[in-house]
Nanobody
Framework: QVQLVESGGRLVQAGGSLRLSCAAS????????MGWFRQAPGKEREFVAG????????AYADSVKGRFTISINNANNTVSLQMNSLKPEDTAVYYCAADRMGLVIDRSRYNYDYWGQGTQVTVSS
């Protein structure tokens, strides 16, 4: 059984930085694609960033491009999201997700098979 556990969310001021981590366990992930999604109150869950397990391919939502960086540590099965220049509109619950197919970085939440419990990020103005 795949388990994804996120950590690192907290309250931060606008302009600040945070680093989220996702610890993956339970499988061999070499064929997986990993993604970060977020969901703000009253809004749909949206794609933030994705990365192939090799780390060679990445993708970002336009709203975070240039501010967020996704990375992967294959040695300890950890996916990280470095978030800089945070804005109040980045406030949301952030979720880590895993896609078993892993052929492309999918931006649709419906194509991800496993999810973490989420971690709250709050950016104050």
């Amino acid at each position: 059984q795949v388990q994804l556990v996120e950590s690192g969310g907290r309250l931060v001021q606008a302009g600040g930085s945070l680093r989220l981590s996702c610890a993956a366990s339970g499988r061999t992930f070499s064929s997986y694609t990993m993604g970060w999604f977020r969901q703000a109150p009253g809004k749909e869950r949206e794609f933030v960033a994705g990365i192939s397990w090799s780390g060679r391919s990445t993708a970002y939502a336009d709203s975070v491009k240039g501010r967020f960086t996704i990375s992967i540590n294959n040695a300890n099965n950890t996916v990280s999201l470095q978030m800089n220049s945070l804005k109040p509109e980045d406030t949301a619950v952030y979720y880590c997700a895993a896609d078993r197919m892993g052929l492309v970085i999918d931006r649709s939440r419906y194509n991800y098979d496993y999810w973490g419990q989420g971690t709250q990020v709050t950016v104050s103005s």
